[in-house]
C-alpha cells in the first residue's frame, strides 16, 4: 500500500541542523508498512550542562520515541541506532555523509535523525532555588537512498527542579512538572538531581515527538 505523509510540522528546526538533504517537492508517498532506524544526535553544547543525559538515558528516550511511533501498526523501528555528537550548537553539521557513516546499514534506507536541545532557566528565592529545564527534540524521516527530507516534527517539554537551602533532607530535591507548583504533586529525587531533571525533560519532549511523527505518518490510503 501507498500512503501520503501529512504535511511537516512548521515549528520544526531539522532546516537548521541538515546540510545536503532536499524537502520532497509536493506530498510525500510512502510504502507501507514504514520500516526504519532511528537516530539520536546531541550537539557538542549539550554537553556543558549537568541535566545532559547519559548515553544510556539517551538509549531509553529513544525506546520512548519508537514505543510512540510503534503504536502505529504502519510503523516497525528495525533498529535504534547509537547516539552521536555533533559540533558546537549542531547547526549545519548533519550532512548526508555523516548520517550515512552513522547508520550504515543498507537495508534501512529511511532513518528518523532526532536532535535533542534544551535550554536552562534559574529562579532564586529566599529559602529555595527552582531550575526549569526546557527540553526540545527535532527530527526528521530522511530518505538515505535519494537524500531526501520526507516530513519533520518536533517535540518539546519541561520540568521544574526545586532544592531547598534549608530542608534537602526533609522532601528535597524535589522534581515536578511545569503547571505544578513546588508544593506538589512532586518527585522527590535520589541521586543526582540535575540528570535526573534532564531525563524528565527530554523523555516528556520525546513522547510528544514520537506522538506527532506517528500522527503525520498514518494519513489516508492513495492507491
Do not use: W
Amino acid at each position: 500500500m501507498v500512503m501520503a505523509i501529512g504535511c511537516a510540522g512548521p515549528s520544526s528546526r531539522m532546516g537548521d541542523y541538515l546540510i545536503g538533504f532536499h524537502p520532497v517537492p509536493g506530498q510525500p508517498q510512502i510504502s507501507l508498512p514504514l520500516v526504519i532506524g532511528l537516530l539520536i544526535a546531541l550537539p557538542e553544547e549539550e554537553l556543558t550542562r549537568p541535566t545532559t543525559p547519559s548515553k544510556e538515558a539517551l538509549e531509553h528516550i529513544a525506546q520512548r520515541i519508537e514505543r510512540e511511533l510503534q503504536e502505529s501498526p504502519n510503523i516497525k523501528v528495525r533498529r535504534i541506532f547509537p547516539a552521536i555528537i555533533i559540533p558546537a550548537g549542531g547547526q549545519g553539521t548533519l550532512s548526508v555523509e555523516r548520517v550515512r557513516e552513522s547508520v550504515k546499514d543498507p537495508d534501512l534506507p529511511k532513518v528518523i535523525v532526532a536532535v535533542a536541545t534544551s535550554q536552562p532557566a534559574r529562579r532564586i528565592y529566599f529559602s529555595r532555588v527552582e531550575d526549569q529545564l526546557f527540553a526540545r527534540m527535532d527530527a526528521a524521516l530522511l530518505d538515505l537512498t535519494t537524500s531526501q527530507v520526507l516530513t519533520s516534527e518536533s517535540g518539546q517539554d519541561d520540568y521544574v527542579l526545586a532544592q531547598s537551602y534549608f530542608y534537602n533532607g526533609f522532601s528535597y530535591p524535589r522534581l515536578y512538572y511545569r503547571t505544578f507548583t513546588f508544593a506538589g504533586p512532586f518527585t522527590v529525587v535520589e541521586g543526582n538531581p540535575f540528570k535526573a531533571l534532564g531525563e524528565m525533560a527530554f523523555s516528556g519532549a520525546a513522547d510528544q515527538l514520537g506522538m506527532k511523527f506517528r500522527r503525520l505518518m498514518d494519513p489516508t490510503p492513495i492507491s
